[in-house]
């Protein structure tokens, strides 16, 4: 059974940072593309930033320069680094895990930042 379980969330002031963590279990994590998604109230969940197994990263337009993806396969784990955030980065954040033609998803994590 596939479990992705996000932290690292909460409030923060515009400017400050926030580290996400997505612990995943019950996966082969070394072969899976890992990724964070975010949700904003009545928009939809769009991509925030994937890493390969390989360590290739992209990363959506709006984050570029301020957030980092990375993984650390000796414990399963991907994380977020957000820096200078933005009211507008403002959302649920979702880890998601794809591998083949399967894909998992968090609980995800919330993420307000206040100007």
């Known amino acids: 059974q596939v479990q992705l379980v996000e932290s690292g969330g909460g409030l923060v002031q515009a400017g400050g940072s926030l580290r996400l963590s997505c612990a995943a279990s019950?996966?082969?994590?070394?072969?899976?593309?890992m990724g964070w998604y975010r949700q904003a109230p009545g928009k939809q969940r769009d991509l925030v930033a994937g890493?390969?197994?390989?360590?290739?990263?992209n990363f959506a337009d709006s984050v570029k320069g301020r957030f980092t993806i990375s993984r650390d396969n000796a414990k399963n784990t991907v994380y977020l680094q957000m820096n200078n955030l933005k009211p507008e980065d403002t959302a649920v954040y979702y880890c998601?895990?794809?591998?083949?033609?399967?894909?998992?998803w968090g609980q995800g994590t919330r993420v307000t930042v206040s100007s």
């Open positions: 998601n895990a794809k591998r083949g033609f399967y894909a998992y």
């Open positions: 019950g996966l082969i994590f070394t072969s899976s593309v």
């Open positions: 890493i390969t197994s390989g360590g290739s990263t």
